[in-house]
């Protein structure tokens, strides 16, 4: 069975940055690929970055060009390099592959607030 393990949110003033992880066990993701996605309150889940097993990247407009998304295949670890955090990135993060998803992680709750 697969788990998927976010880390890295936190608090952070506007401006800011934040690295977030997320660590699989249970199948090697070296060739998949794999999504980050946001949930903020009261809001849908939305799709925010790919990264295909090739390495090609992609992005939702609304954080293209301050979020970065990488892999370590080492490691089995997906990243998120997020700069210039804005207060609407306040969300909670998860990562999952695509397609067919697997069973998601709890997340990890950024907070982008003066």
């Known amino acids: 069975q697969v788990q998927l393990m976010e880390s890295g949110g936190g608090w952070v003033q506007p401006g800011g940055s934040l690295r977030l992880s997320c660590a699989a066990s249970?199948?090697?993701?070296?060739?998949?690929?794999m999504d980050w996605y946001r949930e903020a309150p009261g809001e849908r889940r939305e799709w925010v970055a790919r990264?295909?097993?090739?390495?090609?990247?992609h992005y939702t407009p609304a954080v293209k060009g301050r979020f970065t998304i990488s892999r370590d295949n080492t490691k089995n670890t997906v990243y998120l390099q997020m700069d210039n955090l804005k207060p609407e990135d306040t969300a909670v993060y998860f990562c999952?592959?695509?397609?067919?998803?697997w069973g998601w992680g709890q997340g990890t709750q950024v907070t982008v607030s003066s």
């Open positions: 990264i295909q097993g090739g390495g090609g990247t």
């Open positions: 249970g199948s090697i993701i070296r060739f998949i690929t």
């Open positions: 999952n592959k695509w397609p067919e998803p």
